[in-house]
């Protein structure tokens, strides 16, 4: 008599409990998503059933339950509509290989290994309400569940953490655009398999449905492109428009469900068939409009009621002894596939390794569109319940494990600084690699000729760090020491100042000499500032000018450089100045296995580009760090770099071979190096460059078009 009445308040009951858990979610830093999953179990059996009597019969009678269900079934239509509404391959676009490899190698291993264990499961969970399940039918559905990246799922975790627009954002939503793609494709020819029964059957429903793409694709959408012009005449999206796009969406899951695949499809590829931007222009704000309106009922309204639907189909507490030892099997495969199939197929397109490790824990949420397909699963009679309920603790964990994983591999640190480049790029502000090179203030003791020759030679170390980086920007400075606080100023001549009147001038001719000799890319800036605390103000002016090395000469560093350890945003780079490198001249690095001397190969690598000599790796202490060293400078020696490993080291002076005819050593902090003619250049690698993995880094080395 009161069912209407116990549905309404169902429902407020139902999204209060969401609303809390998933606002109990972002607090422990989770997406909301996870928190109304966890709500849609909890008032179920898994635990609000828990509870002595039956508070969920009492809460969702019987008859109550068809009403619940058609509701969550419009909800998830219109979240699949909103799934390939929101699917941009325009993310994929000059990624194609990078991110087709990656997606590729993220469905297949998932997909053998998800069917391998269906084999092992299949006994124990041969039978469900609707009969025998068909190990055939078994195996394709759990390797497809076991396969799929919720993208929008994952797009909300990179906006709420700001990364969208990082490298590692970007190339993560690209993969997954693609692996939605495989995997939904794959779910419906499953579907079909399972649906069909006889391979005419079979073929039937996938002739069908091709033909229902074709369909889509070539007829109706250019047909819905009409919709941006009339939204464009109106000048908002009208209920007119609105409304054709609902029964667009509602015709079109129709038809599929007809079909036998289910109504999810059609709702997903008229989502996909919608106008984008990049075909008609103003197609982004009728998306944007339509997002704004059906989220909202989606999203607050109709989504809690699947997830409430799903939780009273879950009984965690039904699992046994054995059931947890399957579930232990099924999050291991979950995890591990998806993870070593993303990393393993970013590796192979020589993805650095970070980059690649975060993309294999980005690529295992799951989420809210895993249990879309476990519901289908549950649907067409190829999971009971307890592998129904398995399968929704691991949506639910691979979820919740994102975020603490993405830390452990992608530190906050690291995210930030991403992150700050990525919004500078959207600002159209360029990210110049800058050297900042200190040249020494010219004393009354020092010869004006000798003091010019030091200035030149740590100016061209300056230039030559920087290789062929672009774009990328020679900073020379000079401290003025002066008794009162200090004032700093640009290029222009102040007349009552002749002293920095005239190092302004001596540094503008300096740079110009510098330039005349050297490709820099673009012209060398100047900067001089009075100091009365030289260590403190060099440190001001690399932060202005966001230096990512300086470079000051070993005098200045004796004089000036604090004592102990320095933990620096940049690297610093101590020049003992002897011999200028010539054209084509070797420049030696010595090769141990710290961040130094990592750093070291890095700035060597530059410096030989710049000669267009060889770049000579030799191993100092224990190990074979050169050959090391060596290897993972691969990028740079196709890129034509002469890298060779060798034998001897920076302080043994005429150690033979192709070292006699090196006129620069670089080395780390801690190598001892003897007393020669040799330009050295001693490494303490900055925090940036720690951070940084040591891959990307030489990436950055390889000009672009190479």
């Not at 195996?139 to 590692?168: E, K, W």
């Not at 639907?309 to 059931?323: I, S, W, Y």
């Not at 800058?434 to 030091?454: K, Y």
């Not at 980086?469 to 009552?496: F, K, N, T, W, Y």
Request: with cysteine; aromatic share 4%; net charge negative.
């Amino acid at each position: 008599m009161h069912t209407i009445a116990i549905v309404f308040v169902d429902i407020a009951i139902i999204m209060v409990a969401a609303r809390l858990f998933g606002r109990l979610a972002i607090r422990v830093g989770q997406p909301p998503v996870v928190g109304e999953i966890v709500a849609g179990l909890a008032l179920g059996p898994s635990l609000l059933g828990l509870l002595p009597g039956d508070p969920v019969g009492f809460l969702f009678p019987p008859d109550v339950l068809p009403f619940l269900n058609v509701l969550a079934q419009l909800g998830l239509i219109l979240f699949m509509f909103i799934v390939g509404l929101e699917l941009d391959v325009l993310l994929v676009r000059g990624r194609e290989k990078v991110a087709g490899t990656i997606s590729a190698a993220s469905v297949a291993l998932p997909f053998a290994l998800g069917a391998g264990v269906a084999l092992l499961l299949h006994g124990n969970h041969a039978q469900t309400d609707q009969g025998p399940v068909p190990v055939l039918g078994l195996a394709l559905f759990m390797g497809v569940a076991m396969s799929i990246t919720a993208f929008p799922v994952l797009a909300r975790i990179l906006a709420d953490r700001g990364m969208q627009r990082t490298t590692i954002g970007v190339l993560a939503l690209a993969c997954a655009a693609v692996d939605d793609i495989i995997a939904w494709t794959l779910l419906a020819f499953v579907v079909a398999v399972v649906q069909g029964g006889s391979p005419m059957e079979v073929l039937r429903i996938v002739a069908l449905t091709a033909l229902f793409a074709a369909v889509m694709f070539g007829l109706v959408r250019p047909l819905l492109r009409h919709l941006v012009a009339w939204r464009d005449r109106a000048g908002r999206l009208t209920p007119d428009i609105l409304a054709v796009v609902l029964i667009g969406v509602l015709v079109s899951s129709f038809t599929t469900e007809i079909i036998g695949i289910h109504a999810i499809f059609g709702a997903f590829v008229f989502g996909a068939v919608m106008p984008r931007e990049a075909l008609t222009p103003g197609a982004a704000t009728l998306t944007h409009e339509i997002l704004e309106r059906l989220e909202q009922v989606s999203v607050l309204l109709l989504l809690p009621l699947f997830f409430v639907v799903t939780g009273l189909k879950t009984d965690v507490g039904g699992l046994d002894l054995g059931g947890l030892g399957e579930l232990g099997l099924i999050l291991v495969v979950a995890v591990v596939g998806k993870f070593v199939g993303a990393y393993v197929g970013a590796r192979a397109m020589r993805v650095p390794h970070r980059t690649a490790s975060a993309v294999g824990v980005l690529m295992n949420t799951r989420g809210l569109t895993e249990l879309v397909i476990l519901n289908v699963g549950l649907q067409v009679g190829v999971l009971d319940g307890n592998l129904f309920t398995m399968m929704v603790i691991m949506a639910l964990v691979t979820t919740a494990m994102t975020g603490p994983l993405l830390k452990l591999v992608y530190s906050d640190r690291q995210q930030q600084r991403d992150i700050a480049a990525a919004e500078r790029a959207s600002l159209g502000v360029v990210d110049y690699y800058r050297v900042l090179t200190l040249v020494d203030e010219v004393t009354g003791d020092a010869a004006p000729d000798a003091a010019r020759v030091d200035a030149l030679r740590i100016a061209g170390v300056g230039a030559l760090l920087l290789g062929r980086r672009r774009p990328a920007q020679l900073v020379l400075s000079r401290l003025i020491r002066r008794a009162s606080a200090p004032l700093e100023l640009g290029a222009a001549v102040v007349p009552d100042l002749a002293r920095m009147a005239g190092t302004v001038d001596d540094l503008q001719q300096l740079a110009a000499a510098v330039a005349g000799s050297t490709d820099l890319g673009s012209p060398p800036s100047v900067l001089a500032r009075f100091t009365s605390d030289p260590w403190t103000d060099l440190l001001a002016q690399a932060e202005a000018v966001e230096a990512d090395v300086v470079v000051v000469s070993e005098q200045w560093a004796a004089g000036h450089l604090p004592e102990g350890a320095l933990d620096l945003p940049f690297t610093l780079v101590t020049a003992r100045l002897g011999v200028t490198p010539a054209a084509g001249s070797p420049v030696a690095v010595a090769a141990t296995s710290d961040a130094d001397a990592r750093t070291a190969a890095l700035l060597g690598a530059a410096a030989a580009s710049s000669v267009r000599g060889p770049l000579l790796l030799s191993s100092v202490g224990a190990g074979r760090p050169a050959r090391k060293l060596s290897g993972a400078l691969a990028p740079v020696r196709e890129g034509g770099l002469d890298v060779r490993t060798v034998e001897g080291g920076p302080d043994i002076p005429n150690s033979g071979g192709d070292l006699d005819a090196v006129a620069m050593w670089i080395v780390g902090g801690r190598t001892p190096v003897g007393t020669h003619v040799h330009t050295v250049l001693r490494v303490r690698a900055g925090q940036q460059d720690r951070d940084v993995e040591f891959g990307e880094q030489v990436a950055e080395l390889v000009p672009t078009g190479t």
